[in-house]
């Protein structure tokens, strides 16, 4: 059974659509003890929702983990790690974080509660929810 994430990113440097565009992609650059922590818990297989941050903070596309934490090729500090990630759908509509904090089912999704982290756990049943508020169904 996969584990569900949001992975967030600054579409100015790199969007869902670079995603799609490159087909998959190494997740670095993830500093934080407590992300990088839960980067080191995804597994191949795992779904993933990637959220834009900045201005437009939406939900709005899917990925997957394409292969599982590894150490960070392009660091010296050992104790970052990358995943790889792979391109999927793209949401037919976004999913916006307001949209998400007036949810009551997303009250202690990570997303609301540290809306700092990069990388935030997703419930089964908020992912379901997630899907169906971005038009994906479950």
Same mark, same amino acid.
């Given at each position: 059974?996969?584990n +569900?994430? @949001?992975? $967030? ?5 790199y969007? =869902?659509d ?7 992609t190494?997740?670095d650059? *993830?500093?934080? #003890?407590?992300?990088l922590?839960r980067?080191?818990?995804?597994? $191949?297989?795992?779904? /993933?929702? @990637?959220? =834009?941050?900045? $201005?437009?903070r ?11 934490? +590894?150490?960070? #090729? ?8 990358? *995943?790889? /990630?792979?391109?999927? $759908?793209?949401l037919r509509? #976004?999913?916006t974080?307001?949209?998400?904090k %007036?949810d009551? %089912? ?13 990388? *935030? #756990?997703?419930?089964? /049943? ?5 899907l %169906?508020?971005?038009?994906?169904? %479950?």
């Amino acid at each position: 059974m996969p584990n +569900y994430w @949001i992975l $967030k990113t600054e579409p100015s440097s790199y969007s =869902h659509d670079d995603l799609t565009r490159d087909g998959t992609t190494v997740w670095d650059g *993830v500093r934080n #003890p407590v992300a990088l922590k839960r980067l080191r818990s995804m597994r $191949k297989g795992d779904e /993933v929702l @990637i959220y =834009h941050t900045g $201005k437009e903070r939406a939900a709005v596309g899917l990925a997957r983990i394409a292969a599982g934490p +590894y150490p960070d #090729p392009g660091a010296s500090d050992e104790r970052l790690v990358v *995943v790889e /990630v792979a391109a999927g $759908k793209r949401l037919r509509r #976004p999913v916006t974080l307001a949209d998400i904090k %007036a949810d009551g %089912a997303f009250a202690d999704l990570a997303l609301v509660r540290q809306g700092r982290l990069s990388v *935030v #756990p997703v419930q089964a /049943v908020q992912w379901k929810r997630l899907l %169906a508020m971005g038009g994906s169904g %479950a």
